[in-house]
Each structure stands twice: as C-alpha cells, then as structure tokens.
C-alpha cells in the first residue's frame, strides 16, 4: 500500500508534475474558494479560451507569447467585468466576451504569417513542466496567498453583503477587478503547464467539495487546499499505475472526491435524522 | 431637540441613471444626536433611495446633503442578504469592524471582542458561532444591527428593522434603539408601520416627495398620512383607523 | 452577394444559418433569462467524448455528440439546483469530467486519429441534407417548447429559480442540448454560443419584453448569420468566426446604444471600445486565383507541392491546408470550397488524414475527379494501410508521383509532353534523395540510430532507413491526447536502458513533454522533424524533397550527437 503511494514520486517525471499539483493546488485551493463563492466559475472556465487572440497577436507582432496570452487575459477579464454591469449575468457576459474573443483569434491566426499550433498551447501538458512553470507556479502562489490573506475581511464582506458593501466602505466593482485580474494571473501560469481543462478542474473541483462540508470561508480554503493537493496527486499516482492519460487522470480524481463527499454527506443526513428520531 | 446636528439634508433630490422621473425630490430635514426618526412611506416611496443617498451609493442629483465628519451604519433588510455563504453570526458582526479599517488591515482580538459585545447586546450571544444562513429572520436582523453597532458610527440608518421580527423580537430591538439614542446616536428608520412612526422623536413622511417632517404628534395629521399613502383612511369604531392602501410595485432595488 | 448565392454550398449554409436562427433565437432568450450561457457552452464542448466513442465504435457522429450533450446536461441540470455549490461550478466540474473522460478514451481506449479534432470544428460551409433536416428539427421543437412552456419559464426567470428536477426544466436543458448539437455542424463546439447566446444578449440590452425579445433575437441572428456568411465569402475567412465577430460588434453598438441612452457611457462605453478594438485587428485571408490555366486543388501542402512541381505552369495549384494552419484544427474557407467546385481534379491525401476532404468535395458539387494520392501510393504495401504519413517514405512517394501525373494530364491533356517530362525528372530526384539519404543515415552506426518522437508520425521515414524508434512520446494523434505518467516513467528508463540519444519534438506542436523527458533521460533534443505539414514557404523544410532532406539531416546530426551531417542535395 506504501509502496503504491511512494513508487510513482521515484520517477523524475512524476515527480516533477506532483511538485507542480502541489504549488497549484495551494494556490487554485484558495482562489477557487472565491470563485465559487463568487459565482464565476463560468468566467475561470471560459477564460482560458481568450487567450488565443492574445498568443496569435503575440507572434505576429514577435513580442514573448507569455506578454500575448496576458494581454489577452486582461482584455478578456476587464472586458468580462465591465459587460456585467449591464443586465446580463455574468455567465452570459463571459460567453459574449469570449465568442468575441475566439472569433478574433481565428481571423487573426489566418494571416500568413501566424505560425501553426499556437492552440496546442492550450492544451498545456502537466509531464511537461518545466522549470519555469515551476518558478512561476510559487512566485504565483506566494503572491495570490498574500493577498487572499490581506483581502479576506474584505472578500468576506463583500461576498456576503455585496448590495450594501458600498455602505461598509468597500467597493465590490473595485473587488471584482481584483479578483478577475488573480484569476487572469492564474491562467496564464497555469495553462501553460497544465493546460486548459486541468485549470479549470483545479479551481473549481477542491473549491465546491469544500463548500460541501464548511461552515466557515477560512476553513474551507485550508480544506479546498487539502482536497486540490491529496486527490490531484492520488490522481497523478492513478495514472501511473493504471496507465491513463495523466492530466484526465487528475480530474477525474478531483471529480471523484466531489462525488464522494456529496455521497458522505447524504448519507451522514439519513444516519442523523434515523439517530434523531 | 438639543443634540449635535449629524446630518443636514437641504432640498435634496436624486434620480436612478436612465429614469426620467427623480425618486425622490424636494426633501429637508436633519439628524440630531440622541434622536430616533422614523422615514414614513410606501414601497416605492424614496425610502430605500434616500437611504442609498446618505450611504453614497448614490450621487446626489440637486441640493445639499452634509454628513460631515459623520460616519454612518446602515443595517439592511436581512431579505437582502446571501443565506447561502459561509459566515457565522460573529463573523458577520466583524465586518462592521472591517468596514472600519484600510484594506489591508485585518480585525484583532479587541475588534473580536467588541462584534462578542455588540451580539451580547442583541441577545444573540448564546448563537455567534451559527451560521448566518441557519438563523431565524428576527436573528439575522439583530446580527446586522449588531454589525452597525461594531462600526460604531454616531448616525445609524435601519431599512425596515421590525418587518422580519416576532413580537418579543421587536420589542428588544425597539429598547435597543432606544437605549443607543439614549447614547447620543442619532437613529433614521424606515418603516410603514404608522405605530413605529408614532413611537419615535421625529417623523419624515416621504412619497417621492418630502409630506411633512416634525413631530409625530404634529405631523401625523390625517391629510398628511394620506397624502403619504396615495390611499383613504376608514374610520373603525372606537377612534381606531385604518388605512386602505394602493399597491405600489417596482421598488428600485 | 450575387455571386454567391449561385453557388449550392452557399445556399445551403444559409439555409442551415436561417434555420438555427430560428431554434437559437427562441432558445436563446431563455438561456439569456434563465442564466443558462455556460450551460449551453458546456454541453457543446462536452460533446468531446461522444465524438470519440462514435469514432472508435463506428457509430455515426452526431449521434455520439447527442448521446453526451444529453447525458451532459441532465447531470448538470440535475446537480445545478445545489444552493451551496452554485449552478456554474457544478457545470464547470462536470464538463471537466466529461472532457477528462474523453481524453482517456481518445488516448488510452481507442488510439484516436486526427478526425475527431475535426468535428469539433463545425462549418457552414459544409452543410449536407442531414445538417438541414436536423436544424429544421431543433427550430420546430424550441418553437413548440416555448410556445408550450414559455409562461412557465417566465414566470420561474422572473422568480429568479435555479434549475430543479421539474419536468418543465428538463425539457429546456434537453432543447438546449440539442440545439447546441445542431449548431455543431454549422459553427463548432467552442462558437456554438455565437447563435445561441450573443443575439440574445445584444436584444436584451435593447429591449424588455418577452414577445418583442424573441422576435428581434430571431431577425437579429439571422441578419447576423447571413452578414457572416457574406463576410467571409468577400475576405475569405471561416464563416463561423466571421459571424462571432459580426455578432459581438453588434452587442457593442448595442451596449454603447443603451450607455447613451442612459447617459453614463462609462463603464460599457469603455469596454466595448476595448473589445471593438482588439476585433478590428483581425486580418484578413487571400483568395485562390484562377488564371485560365485547368485548376488542380490538393488537401495538404505536400501533396500541392508535388503537384506544382509536376504540373506547373501548365495547371494552376491550389492548396486547401496553409503552411500555417494546424490539420487537426482545419477550417474550410469559401475559396476552398469554390475552389474544389472548379477544379479539373482533386488530390486528396487519404489514409484517413484528410477525412474532411470528402465533405468539401460533397459540398461543392464538383464532377472533377478525386484522387487518393495515399491508396495510390501504399498500393501493394498490402498490411501498412494504418499510418497516412505516406509521403515520408520516398518509395511510396514515388507511386503517388505517378498517380499524381495521371490526373494532372487528365486535367490538362494539351501539355501531356511537358507534364510527363517534370514527372520524370521530378521522380529521378526524388530517387537520388532516397539513395543519398539511404547512404548519409548509413553513416551513423547502427547501435546509434534509435530515437525516441513526439508522435507516431515517422515511422515509415524510420524503418525504410533504418532507425529504430524505441517510444514515442504521445499516444494519440489528436490534438487534446495526453499520456499517462506510467507510460512516461516506462519510456525514460527504456531511454537510458536503450542508450537513445536523442528525442525529436515535431514542428508546429507543444513540445513540453518531449524536452522534459530529454532533460530527465540526458538525451538531447533534436531539431523539429517534419510530419504533417510543410515549412514556411522558402525555408529548408518547404518543399516535399526539401522536408525529407531536412528531416534526414535533423536525424542524423541528432543521433550521431553532431557527427553526422547529412548536406543532401534535395
């Protein structure tokens, strides 16, 4: 049984894709928690997807990839925020945005000159980490903890009170903006190295299992940190075992613990409420 | 009344972006320290606009309106609020202390103290440690009072306090009130029970313009209740009256 | 658009726009109302596994993308109703899940092909009776539905409720899963919103009643279907992304409308500027010429290579996939199709590489015909009908040479003569670029020429000269495959065991993987090999020969740790 959980972190290459789980799962652990706090997991899903016009612009203008994909992040998620203040929910306005943005991507990524599989790079591969993406993944995750930690008076207050946060001397447009921008922030380190689907699995996996069984916003981040960091690497561990795709392996396994917690909770209720009557 | 004056509102008026018609004009009134008011009007009467002037959130479309030096509180209706997020009755209580503070400023053990003492005073000690969502509605009214207690500002603003409460419930919160007037606060409460009115020091009548502003005794006449309501007053027997209402829809929210 | 609309593909693709405007403008409304956009997105995008079930046990595909868009969305109308989680995350987990299953079955069950990467990609330009009789379908019963349940959804919008288990909900999550299915087709999974959502939206801002809202989402979706359609017909660009653009350009009009009519153009004003900005960068494509001279279309670069070299300048070529664009991810343009219309032939690469060949041909009408250069070339190579990267084996490059000049004197029979004589000579270079590639890898000793590739795309270059390939990093040709963290550990003990010395990423895909198990192994990372596509016109690597001599030269200096050079003459 030890041998199960410690045989795959002997090999470099599985090591190296634990190493990163573990920097992104305390990072997306705590922001996810906010995400879905919030309601935009739509936006943390569809995000990634305006980065295309960004990357294709990024290398018909010869600039670093990276600079792109962050311009258009920030395009995208400023875009996203200020479109909500129409009647639109915030679903809606992020599908708009980002329709718009892959439109733009596609017509920009025709012209002779856009190099070829500039999309590939959304499907970031976790084997593939380099050191880098490590790099970036702490100095990322040092960054969002500290200002989650400083933020969270404020993120609780408006959360929870957004109509009379202007009241209570908070501005939650001004918070939204924050928020989108660690979001953007996020993506860009994250797709890169583990690609689209996994960032989005990541974020909001650990974050709603969490919600299932906290009382409190403090404790469920600690836990959605816990969730995103144990069930990525069991899943990672899965893969190697069982010889399956190792990012599909992840989610599934951060799915498998939403599952599981919503089935240990129903059944919890059916044994309270027997005990109680 | 003898008390400081905390807020001045000199011919006021204010509309929503878009909207053709202001939500509220003509308005003049004051706020002194230790006085209860009550705003008297219907849905849809400005009550809810005037108290998003006083609190900034929204720009004031012509006269004077002078809080200097004054911060305010604002408890909401708990209608309001999200049931569904994760905060405890002292967290919620916290944040009167958060709104206190710069951003990066977290609350400390005597902020915490002080949220225990203002739940104490509410009478909700016993449940600080349940979830906000999981309280009765008289409950999470009182946690929001106590949240405006904590911010511990001299002007205190209640949108509708006693809507949601059972008797026992309105009866501690109505002696709360009046003990923090007692206190030198100054307290505006909007309300459409004519009795609540009744109560207090001052009562402003409000139907998208100002009726009357003075005391109850003075300013309650029939005419001006009336004219508040858009309605007709019918006599019951033994002096008692009751007032027949039209139905206003479409409170700006 | 006069011109145009002679055309019968074109006709058919705005009918297939009209058609969705209609099920997308009723159903639209609803999303819009009901806070159902990302639901909609994520059904369209969770078709993935279904589209690689259809492929792997021979079913049709729109059925598999209907199976998983159904099953989709009843799990995610079932599990949105929790107050705690929120709608949005249960959907993003389930859609992740979904795709997650995808992948594994694409990479681990079935061993994918490129295909399924292509159905993804939808195109108006492409559309068959089928697609027509299914948009007809999805219009008529979002027209029933919300004739038949719209109170009810008014009523539970204006309440504000979240899905739940009723029988009322389960009906519009169904619809919409099936209009996003019929919109695959036309548009894609990633734009299935661009009908479904953005008209709404933008009639939304304008407009406050139900029956005045669904109306102009109707005419409003089919102005700016049949605007894209034109659109990409005049600059020559996919219609799907040319009609999201239209669509979203519309919204910010419509946004900078209402902020002036509410006279605070600030916070939409602003972003609408941005978003209209970044639109207006988007460029524009070239348009096929033809001269007089008999046209002569070929699906991939090297096949067009070929062609030209053989038949230039008596025919004219054209090549539907650009040096730059990705095969898995091909988007037909209105020139490819016209061009596939006028052609006097058309060379098709086959073996599977090029599936959607065969809808191009289909959709243009075209009596021109349609050679497979890769049956021609693997002809009598009996078992080996599995990898398409014919063209890397100069021997079947050969037979497909002449398959080639067939159909090229066919299509311009006056210049038999000059077309035989290129032919020959063409054939006599490519036979001393075998020999002379046959005798530089030759050069590398034999317990050194093992490799390990990004993709299983070398392996009839490797075996006719040679090379062992020990593993391959990828375990699947589409794009979204990933392999497993066992398979990897296997192939970096099997690197060093074997003593490979080097790993070759392949040109134009993300090479991450390749140079970690490189750095992890101390192999060393070889120069990009040349698989699918040809270079950037006028580099090494952008004619046939040129991409075989490259590819020889690559091998070679990476094997031999820079000891071999193979300087051949292509």
Sequence with gaps: ?277 | MTGARLLVVDDVAAAYPGAAVPAIASLTFEVRAGERIAVLGPNGGGKSTLFRLITGELALGGGRLDLTAVRCAFVPQTERSRLDFPVTALDVALMGAVSRMPWWRRPGRADRELAREALRRVGLAAVEDAVFGSLSGGQRQRVLVARALVQDAPLLLLDEPFSALDVTGAERLELLLRELAAEGRGILMATHDLDQARAADRVLCLNRVQIAFGEPAAALTREVIERTYGGAIVDLAAGAAALLPTHHHGERR | MPGALDLPFFRDGVAEVLLLSVAAGVLGTWVVLRGLAFLSHAVGTATFPGLVLADGLGFSAVLGALGAAVLVAGLMGALAGRRRTGPDSIIALVLAAALAAGIVLASDVFDSGASIDRLLFGSLLLIDAADLRFAAFAALAALAGSLLLGPRWLADGFAGRGLGPAARDVVLVLLIAFVTVASLAAVGALLATVLLVVPAATTRLLTARMRTWQLSTIVLAALEGVGGMWLAFEADVPPGAAIAVIAVGVFILAALLRAAVARRPRGLATAALAVLGALLLAGCGATAQSDGRPLVVATTTQLADIAAAIGEPDVAVHSILRRNSDAHEYEPRPSDVRAVAGAEAVLISGLGFDAWAGEIVKASGTNAPVINAGAAATAGAGADMQDPHWWLDPAAGLRATEAVEAALIRAAPGARAAISARASAYRARLSRLDAAIRECIARVPARERRIVTDHDALGRFTRRYGIDVVGVVMPAAVSRAQASAGDLATLEREIRRAGVRVVFPEAGLSSSVAQRIAVDSDAAVGDALHADALGPEGSRSGTYLGMLAANADALARGMSAGGVSCEVDA
């Design chain 1, 1 to 277: 049984m030890i041998g199960w959980i410690t045989d795959p972190f002997g090999e470099p290459i599985v090591l190296r894709g634990a190493v990163e789980l573990v920097l992104l799962g305390v990072l997306s652990g705590g922001l996810g928690c906010w995400i879905v706090l919030s309601g935009v997991s739509s936006t943390a899903e569809s995000l990634s997807h305006g980065m295309l016009p960004g990357l294709v612009g990024a290398a018909l203008l010869g600039i670093p990839l990276l600079l792109g994909g962050a311009v258009g992040l920030v395009v995208a998620a400023v875009a996203i925020a200020l479109v909500q203040r129409s009647p639109l929910t915030p679903d809606v306005a992020t599908s708009v945005v980002i329709t718009g943005l892959l439109g733009a991507g596609v017509l920009l990524g025709l012209s002779p000159s856009a190099p070829a599989g500039l999309g590939s790079l959304l499907f970031g591969d976790l084997l593939g980490v380099s050191d880098l993406d490590l790099a970036l993944a702490a100095a990322l995750g040092v960054v969002v903890t500290l200002l989650l930690f400083l933020l969270h008076p404020t993120l609780l207050l408006t959360g929870f009170d957004r109509l009379n946060a202007t009241a209570l001397g908070r501005s939650p447009a001004r918070l939204d903006l924050v928020l989108a921008v660690l979001l953007a922030l996020a993506t860009l380190v994250a797709v890169q190295a583990l690609g689209t689907l996994l960032v989005v699995a990541m974020l909001v996996g650990p974050a709603a299992t969490a919600r299932l069984v906290s009382r409190r916003v403090a404790p469920m981040m600690l836990l959605a940190v816990a969730i995103a960091v144990v069930a990525s690497v069991a899943g990672l561990a899965a893969s190697y075992h069982a010889n399956l795709a190792a990012g599909a392996c992840v989610v599934l396994a951060l799915a498998a613990a939403f599952c599981m917690t919503l089935a240990g909770r129903g059944i919890a209720h059916v044994v309270l409420a027997r005990s109680a009557a």
